[in-house]
């Protein structure tokens, strides 16, 4: 675990082999470990010991586990130690419970090593990994002209260090996310899949994300509702039997939709803005909030110049401030500047657009994204040049980048 230093375990679990394992892979990694096998007599040791993380078990003799997290987050010199519950239940009331009463992972047996080590190194970094499954717009692009950056349509995903996971659209390449998530096995999946506007490209490979039909999952659905048309009823129709073969029905898991608008709300925690975007129908931008740090995703978006009858420069200073200091500027950057003339109101912005904006509100880091489908990979790595001899320039500290399909980024 190269990403830890040196920390202080206290392991309280009623089961032999699991102590001895997890010692084992602990102190292999330079870590320091004590152990007890009741939570009643853990509490004294462990409020004595002060330790940096502390791995419980939720059911053991004496006190169980949620009892003991109560009970240990309620002694002020623990405020910063992590707690891992480590449980032979599987159960979604206890994963919620125990994350309510202050864990901050909660992992089920038989233990996994990886997944273990993984969640310690995810809570020491203390980092949102976000994944870039698709970067292009409008249509996937298959073939030699698409290698470095993809060819696959919108989809982001991020994963948070208590385990939050969400994903922002479902363009064609949510398969490749369906791909990876399936690959590493994972025993039950809760993710929260945003949808900035139902655009095919924003959803019409959600059929083939393949933990929808995986019982056991769940999936809870954000979205704008288009006039009488609620977010189950536009994912639904695209598959309605007559477009796609297989209807939602057939969806295994457990699965929720939320009509929302311009607001703020709480997902697991963590607070999200959404802003309403200059686009074709109702197509909505999104401000995540993790501690100190701030992601936008916005996309699709466009920028009007200043002497164009559409240029509202009320919406300009409503974006800014919706994206000011961002640590990441996910957003729309279709077109160069000399293809967009001939694209003016088809709902996309052009490279200098983007820059502008994104110095003016003071964004740390702009990520291009939703390319254009004629664009080939040197004419993505022609707009990113451009993007940075602006910047340049313009003397701005905004970092410009464009990441590539199976990019990821820690913030």
């Given at each position: 675990?190269?990403?830890?230093?040196?920390?202080?375990?206290?392991?309280?679990?009623?089961?032999?082999?699991?102590?001895?394992?997890?010692?084992?892979?602990?102190?292999?990694?330079?870590?320091?470990?004590?152990?007890?096998?009741?939570?009643?007599?853990?509490?004294?040791?462990?409020?004595?010991?002060?330790?940096?993380?502390?791995?419980?078990?939720?059911?053991?003799?004496?006190?169980?586990?949620?009892?003991?997290?109560?009970?240990?987050?309620?002694?002020?010199?623990?405020?910063?130690?992590?707690?891992?519950?480590?449980?032979?239940?599987?159960?979604?009331?206890?994963?919620?419970?125990?994350?309510?009463?202050?864990?901050?992972?909660?992992?089920?047996?038989?233990?996994?090593?990886?997944?273990?080590?993984?969640?310690?190194?995810?809570?020491?970094?203390?980092?949102?990994?976000?994944?870039?499954?698709?970067?292009?717009?409008?249509?996937?692009?298959?073939?030699?002209?698409?290698?470095?950056?993809?060819?696959?349509?919108?989809?982001?995903?991020?994963?948070?260090?208590?385990?939050?996971?969400?994903?922002?659209?479902?363009?064609?390449?949510?398969?490749?996310?369906?791909?990876?998530?399936?690959?590493?096995?994972?025993?039950?999946?809760?993710?929260?899949?945003?949808?900035?506007?139902?655009?095919?490209?924003?959803?019409?490979?959600?059929?083939?994300?393949?933990?929808?039909?995986?019982?056991?999952?769940?999936?809870?659905?954000?979205?704008?509702?288009?006039?009488?048309?609620?977010?189950?009823?536009?994912?639904?129709?695209?598959?309605?039997?007559?477009?796609?073969?297989?209807?939602?029905?057939?969806?295994?898991?457990?699965?929720?939709?939320?009509?929302?608008?311009?607001?703020?709300?709480?997902?697991?925690?963590?607070?999200?803005?959404?802003?309403?975007?200059?686009?074709?129908?109702?197509?909505?931008?999104?401000?995540?909030?993790?501690?100190?740090?701030?992601?936008?995703?916005?996309?699709?978006?466009?920028?009007?110049?200043?002497?164009?009858?559409?240029?509202?420069?009320?919406?300009?200073?409503?974006?800014?401030?919706?994206?000011?200091?961002?640590?990441?500027?996910?957003?729309?950057?279709?077109?160069?500047?000399?293809?967009?003339?001939?694209?003016?109101?088809?709902?996309?912005?052009?490279?200098?657009?983007?820059?502008?904006?994104?110095?003016?509100?003071?964004?740390?880091?702009?990520?291009?994204?939703h390319h254009d489908p004629n664009q080939t990979d040197r004419d993505i790595d022609a707009k990113?040049?451009?993007?940075?001899?602006?910047?340049?320039?313009?003397?701005?500290?905004?970092?410009?980048?464009?990441?590539?399909?199976?990019t990821m980024v820690k913030v």
């Amino acid at each position: 675990m190269p990403k830890c230093r040196s920390l202080n375990f206290f392991i309280v679990d009623d089961d032999g082999s699991v102590i001895r394992t997890m010692t084992a892979l602990l102190k292999k990694a330079g870590h320091k470990v004590a152990i007890c096998r009741n939570g009643k007599t853990a509490l004294k040791e462990i409020i004595k010991a002060r330790p940096d993380f502390i791995s419980i078990a939720i059911m053991m003799p004496g006190m169980d586990g949620l009892e003991l997290i109560k009970k240990l987050r309620a002694v002020k010199a623990l405020d910063k130690t992590k707690i891992i519950i480590l449980s032979g239940k599987a159960y979604e009331f206890d994963r919620k419970r125990s994350m309510e009463f202050g864990a901050d992972a909660f992992i089920t047996k038989p233990l996994n090593p990886d997944i273990f080590l993984d969640h310690i190194n995810r809570i020491c970094e203390d980092k949102v990994d976000v994944s870039f499954f698709g970067v292009r717009g409008t249509l996937p692009v298959p073939g030699k002209d698409a290698i470095k950056y993809g060819g696959n349509t919108s989809c982001v995903a991020m994963e948070f260090p208590k385990g939050q996971f969400f994903i922002f659209d479902a363009g064609s390449g949510i398969k490749k996310l369906s791909d990876k998530l399936l690959a590493q096995n994972r025993r039950r999946i809760d993710a929260h899949i945003f949808i900035s506007h139902p655009h095919w490209d924003h959803i019409n490979a959600l059929p083939f994300f393949i933990p929808l039909y995986v019982q056991g999952n769940k999936f809870t659905f954000y979205g704008s509702s288009h006039g009488n048309l609620s977010t189950r009823e536009l994912i639904s129709a695209q598959m309605d039997g007559v477009y796609f073969p297989i209807t939602i029905h057939e969806f295994a898991s457990h699965v929720e939709f939320n009509d929302i608008k311009e607001e703020t709300f709480k997902v697991d925690g963590i607070t999200i803005d959404t802003m309403m975007l200059s686009h074709p129908g109702y197509c909505l931008g999104f401000r995540v909030h993790y501690k100190e740090r701030i992601i936008c995703y916005i996309t699709d978006n466009e920028l009007f110049p200043k002497d164009n009858e559409n240029f509202e420069p009320g919406y300009v200073k409503k974006l800014l401030k919706f994206i000011h200091g961002a640590d990441m500027l996910i957003t729309d950057c279709t077109y160069a500047d000399g293809e967009y003339a001939a694209r003016i109101g088809w709902g996309h912005s052009p490279v200098s657009a983007v820059v502008d904006l994104a110095n003016r509100a003071k964004a740390k880091n702009l990520y291009m994204f939703h390319h254009d489908p004629n664009q080939t990979d040197r004419d993505i790595d022609a707009k990113f040049k451009t993007a940075r001899n602006l910047l340049k320039k313009k003397k701005s500290k905004t970092r410009v980048f464009a990441p590539a399909e199976g990019t990821m980024v820690k913030v």
